[in-house]
């Protein structure tokens, strides 16, 4: 059983530039929850979402930032017009059913912005 | 906000000795998490508690919860240098984690 996965791993981005991180929550899931890390810095919750529909999405900032998690296919992280201070490892954790259910993390994708 | 707190921020701590790592929350929840992350590594999941009294160990490490207190602690025993890693507690509330600021530890010969 394959576990969370994530795609890339590594992502370099120019300032300006979008950029979209995927994540493909374990098998049997449907729940996946997107979280930011900042060097040195514990996580934080950035959006929880069901197939097609976002459940909370209160650590999002306001401007730039979006997720989908389509009835089909993986979730995606979408950045617009990335700058500096969005380099950071994100994290994509799922569980079974939400909120009483254990999560599950991915390996992240660490993305830079030059 | 749920506020989570742990301390310490950083430990070093030589092989064989002993030491707890404290986790304290500000809301009531009845689930806390504790997560292992190497440098450059996502987290590795070390223990579920789910409900006040819990207790549980894997080799070297125990943990504990005190829903009244609000505390949690990751007990280390005889410490070697393979625990050296950044510990996370992390506790549900209402389906996002919110994680401590994590426990840097550096076990030394």
């Known amino acids: 059983n394959a576990g969370v996965m994530q795609n890339p791993r590594h992502l370099v981005r120019r300032r300006g530039q979008e950029a979209r991180l995927r994540c493909s929550p374990m098998?049997?899931?449907?729940?996946v929850y997107w979280y930011r890390q900042l060097p040195e810095e514990g996580l934080k919750f950035m959006v929880y979402?069901?197939?097609?529909?976002?459940?909370?999405e209160s650590g999002m900032p306001k401007e730039r930032f979006s997720a989908e998690f389509p009835k089909e296919g993986p979730s995606i992280l979408r950045i617009q017009q990335v700058v500096r201070g969005d380099s950071a490892a994100y994290f994509c954790?799922?569980?079974?059913?939400?909120?009483?259910?254990?999560?599950?993390f991915g390996p992240g994708t660490r993305l830079t912005v030059t | 906000e749920l506020k989570v707190e742990q301390n310490p921020l950083f430990l070093s701590m030589q092989e064989g000795k002993n030491y707890t790592i404290y986790c304290n929350y500000s809301?009531?929840?009845?689930?806390l998490y504790w997560y292992r992350q190497d440098p450059g590594k996502s987290l590795e999941s070390l223990f579920v508690?789910?409900?006040?009294?819990a207790v549980k160990q894997e080799g070297r490490l125990m943990a504990s919860l005190d829903t009244k207190a609000r505390l949690s602690t990751l007990h280390i025993t005889a410490a070697v240098h393979d625990l050296s890693a950044t510990y996370f507690c992390?506790?549900?509330?209402?389906?996002?984690?919110?994680f401590g600021t994590g426990t840097s530890l550096t076990v030394i010969p």
């Open positions: 954790a799922s569980s079974r059913q939400g909120a009483l259910y254990e999560q599950y």
């Open positions: 098998k049997g899931h449907s729940h």
């Open positions: 979402l069901q197939k097609e529909n976002i459940i909370d």
């Open positions: 809301t009531t929840s009845d689930r």
């Open positions: 508690l789910l409900s006040n009294g």
């Open positions: 992390a506790v549900d509330g209402r389906g996002q984690f919110y």
